[in-house]
């Protein structure tokens, strides 16, 4: 199994930044797609963006293109996402998941089997 553990949320002001961390447990993590995903009070969680085992192929969804970017450090076993230009609707708890990397981009919460348990953003205006 994978284990996921997210660091760097915490309170912004709007137009700035953040950047998350996601630190996976193994030594197969290469062999992994990851994804980000995000929940906000009262709706369903959502997809943010993935990136494939060897950063590839990167996808984001409408609402943070530009202003997001994922990368991955395979000898770190890590995943960064990159927040600029934060807005108020960004804030959500933010989700590092897993899955193995069949080389098909995956934006749904159910097919990623192994996930992290939170860090909170808070984007104020």
């Known amino acids: 199994q994978v284990q996921l553990v997210e660091s760097g949320g915490g309170l912004v002001q709007a137009g700035n930044s953040l950047r998350l961390s996601c630190v996976a447990s193994?030594?197969?993590?290469?062999?992994?797609?990851m994804g980000w995903f995000r929940q906000a009070p009262g709706k369903e969680r959502e997809f943010v963006g993935t990136?494939?085992?060897?950063?590839?192929?990167?996808v984001y969804a409408d609402s943070v293109k530009g202003r997001f970017t994922i990368s991955r450090d395979n000898a770190k076993n890590t995943v960064y996402l990159q927040m600029n230009n934060l807005k108020p609707e960004d804030t959500a708890v933010y989700y590092c998941?897993?899955?193995?990397?069949?080389?098909?981009?995956?934006?749904?919460?159910?097919?990623?089997?192994?996930w992290g348990q939170g860090t909170q953003v808070t984007v104020s205006s």
């Open positions: 998941a897993a899955r193995i990397d069949n080389f098909v981009v995956v934006t749904t919460t159910h097919e990623y089997p192994y």
């Open positions: 193994g030594r197969t993590f290469s062999n992994y797609a």
């Open positions: 990136i494939h085992r060897s950063s590839d192929r990167k």
